[in-house]
Structure formats: C-alpha cells, structure tokens
C-alpha cells in the first residue's frame, strides 16, 4: 500500500487550474521530487498532501485512509513553507525544540534531536542566536532542521534550499537525502533545479501547468524523455526539425532540410511525418574527420563557452542550423577555435524523436 496516494486531485482558483485530475502514489521510505517550473501547481501540490487545501475534485489518501477532511496536525507530516517562518523571539535551539518539546518528548531525546538537527545544519555553533542575527540561508536551515526535528514521518520540502548558495546547497542536499533515508523518513521535495532533482530522488515528478508529464527514476527521466518538454526541462538538448524520409527494420531517416538528413535508431514515425530529433549537448562528439557509420554532418564552430569541467561549441550545419556540443575536459581532449571546419557525429540511437508539435515547437521549449 502506498504511504500518500492523490487519486484525480483537481485544485482551481478562480479560472486558474493548479493541478489537473493528479495521480500519484508515493511509497513509505521514498525520496520523491517535484520538479516543475513556477506556477506549475507544485506548492498547490505538498498544501493539498498537507491538508492546508482542499481539493475540488478527487481525494487523498495517507495510509490507505482518506484525509480529505483531516487537518494538518493529524496527518503526521510536516510542510515546510517556501517563505520559511521561525519564530522570532526564540533562538536557533528553541526553535529547532519547539516540536519536540510540545510533543512532551524526554529531556534527553529532545536535546539529542535537536543536537543531531543542528550538527547537520552546520549550526551548532549559532544555536544561541536569535533570527534576526542570522542570514537569510542560515535562517533557512534553521526552519529545515525545525521541519526535521519535529518528528514528522511525512517531509513536505517546498524548496528547501532555494535561497541557499550553490555550494552549501549541493552539500544539503545529499545530507538531506542521507538523513530521510537514515530515518525512515518519506519525503516529497519541491524544486525546479533539475540537478537538484537528478541527484536526491528516488523518482522524480514533472509537472506541468498543472499536469503530471513524466514520472520516473532520475535515470528513466533522463535517458527515456517522453516529451520535447521533459528533454528541454532536463538535461537540456539540441532540437532538429526535418521529415521523415524511409523507415526501414533498423531505424528512420530523417531530412533536415539543406541537403542534411540523418540516421535515428526510432522506427516509430511514419514516412512523411513532421518531426523534431532531440539530441543531448554531450551526445554530439566533433572531430576533424568522418566517423564511421554515424551521423557526420559538417560545420563551422562559431562559438565556444567554458562551463567548469567541460567546453561548449557552438556548430554552424550547412543548412544554417546550429547545434551545440558539450566536450568534457580530458587527457585527450583537444580544443577547437571559432572559424573552424569540423565534422560533428552523434549515434543513431541516442536520438529522441518526437511528433512536430502542434502549437510549435518554441512553446514546448521556451522560457525553461
Ligand atoms: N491562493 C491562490 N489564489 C489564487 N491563485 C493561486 C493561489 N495559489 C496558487 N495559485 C495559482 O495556481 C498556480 C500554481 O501555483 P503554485 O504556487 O502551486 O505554483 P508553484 O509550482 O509552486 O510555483 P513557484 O515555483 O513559483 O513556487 C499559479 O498559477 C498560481 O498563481
Ligand atoms: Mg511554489
């Protein structure tokens, strides 16, 4: 039996549709991430597992019981606001106790749960500090070890390290990971940092515009993207536009136009057919010649971007198209400089195909 299952959710204000006919179950133990753009529906979302809404349609179930009309306190989760709260007059320690101590828990169990919370913040040390002495980030972290201390089966994370900075985020975020999984914890986490989501959860959540459009393991999410939408939003990709012209037993070929036309390993388009041909930034590979049996197209690199660990180019196609490439730094790895002739490659099979969508493909792209 799942731990939290939505069946048919719908959540409107007004004329808005925040969530759309919802299905979900989450099991006891998991580490589940919705991951969605703003106004997506996801803090509508973890308020109605929350019991903070209600909703108009559908219902939800906590322990194969329903709670559509259970309030908050006695669904044994806890929510942890987007625009955190702490209490101003206490300090850090009384804050992260507050649970505890209402909840009549031993002296010493508190002070232990509140220590091992504290430890994990990085905050032991300011524990005698009141909010207002504290950073905006510390403050968080404050309100992240109080959701935690509380003793909640249930982590509804709106966010939790959204006004973090980049470096104590992604140290949060397994230790984060770690102390749900240590605790038996299940945990629903809000975010709309795909790499967020990649590394902590066990399954991710896509939502869109109130709909769910994927949901599956970071890898399933990652390698199997069901939608244009799903490829853009994660991982990023290259968006060929073409026809198909021949589909045959070991793959479809598609024509880009410009006198390009390239291989696809998928056979599950029609002859004809309007397409758009995903293909992943550190799936095209450049070189200065032919490879064999794959798709070589030639080009010009126009531009170059250093992202850490790896390059980025930018390549002109003969058809005027540009397609971007991304090369990790390595032993044998050799720069190339804008003006230069190149041939790019990508394999057949790590093409994502998909219908040309009707309202464009900009749409089913943009603003991500
Ligand atoms: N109380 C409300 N009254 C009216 N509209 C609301 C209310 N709460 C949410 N909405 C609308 O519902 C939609 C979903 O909002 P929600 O807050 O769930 O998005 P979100 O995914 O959490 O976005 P963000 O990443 O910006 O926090 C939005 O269009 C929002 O304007
Ligand atoms: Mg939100």
């Given at each position: 039996?799942?731990?939290?299952?939505?069946?048919?959710?719908?959540?409107?204000?007004?004329k808005i549709t925040?969530?759309?006919?919802?299905n979900l179950s989450i099991e006891n133990g998991e580490y589940l991430c919705i991951l969605g753009q703003t106004g997506a529906g996801k803090?509508?979302?973890?308020?109605?597992?929350?019991?903070?809404?209600?909703?108009?349609?559908?219902?939800?179930?906590?322990?194969?019981?329903?709670?559509?009309?259970?309030?908050?306190?006695?669904r044994n989760a806890v929510y942890m606001f987007q625009q955190f709260a702490l209490f101003p007059h206490m300090n850090v320690w009384e804050n992260?106790?507050?649970?505890?101590?209402?909840?009549?828990?031993?002296?010493d169990r508190v002070k232990n749960v509140t220590s091992e919370v504290l430890e994990m913040v990085r905050l032991a040390e300011r524990k005698n500090a009141f909010p207002h002495e504290l950073s905006g980030g510390m403050q968080?972290?404050?309100?992240?070890?109080?959701?935690?201390?509380?003793?909640?089966?249930?982590?509804l994370l709106d966010e939790p390290l959204g006004a973090l900075d980049a470096r104590l985020r992604v140290d949060l975020r397994t230790q984060l990971?770690?102390?749900?999984?240590?605790?038996?914890?299940?945990?629903?986490?809000?975010?709309?940092?795909?790499?967020?989501?990649?590394?902590?959860?066990?399954?991710?959540?896509?939502?869109?515009?109130?709909?769910?459009?994927q949901v599956g393991t970071p890898h399933e999410i990652y390698s199997k993207p069901q939608s244009i939408f799903v490829?853009?939003?994660?991982?990023?990709?290259?968006?060929?536009?073409g026809t198909v012209v021949e589909v045959n037993s070991s793959g479809s070929v598609v024509d880009l136009r410009g006198g390009l036309r390239i291989k696809v390993?998928?056979?599950?388009?029609?002859?004809?057919?309007?397409?758009?041909?995903?293909?992943?930034?550190?799936?095209?590979?450049?070189?200065?010649?032919?490879?064999?049996?794959?798709?070589?197209?030639?080009?010009?690199?126009?531009?170059?971007?250093?992202?850490?660990?790896s390059i980025e180019y930018q390549i002109r196609l003969k058809n005027h198209a540009v397609i971007s490439s991304r090369i990790l730094f390595s032993d044998t790895f050799k720069d190339f400089k804008p003006g230069e002739a190149v041939v790019i490659s990508f394999h057949p099979e790590r093409c994502y195909v998909f219908p040309y969508p009707r309202a464009g493909l900009l749409k089913e792209i943009e603003a991500i």
């Open positions: 039996m799942p731990l939290i299952k939505l069946m048919n959710v719908t959540k409107r204000f007004g925040a969530l759309d006919h919802i803090t509508t979302l973890l308020r109605i597992i929350a019991g903070l809404l209600e909703p108009d349609e559908g219902d939800v179930y906590i322990e194969g019981k329903r709670v559509n009309k259970v309030p908050p306190e006695e992260v106790s507050f649970g505890p101590v209402i909840k009549n828990w031993s002296k968080q972290r404050v309100a992240l070890a109080r959701g935690i201390a509380s003793g909640a089966k249930i982590l990971r770690k102390l749900v999984k240590d605790q038996g914890l299940t945990a629903v986490h809000v975010t709309h940092d795909q790499e967020e989501a990649l590394m902590t959860a066990d399954r991710i959540v896509i939502l869109r515009s109130g709909r769910i459009e490829t853009s939003f994660v991982g990023g990709s290259n968006f060929l536009e390993a998928d056979t599950s388009r029609n002859i004809g057919e309007r397409v758009v041909v995903a293909v992943r930034l550190e799936d095209v590979s450049i070189g200065t010649m032919e490879k064999l049996g794959e798709n070589n197209l030639k080009g010009v690199i126009e531009s170059t971007v250093f992202v850490g660990g």
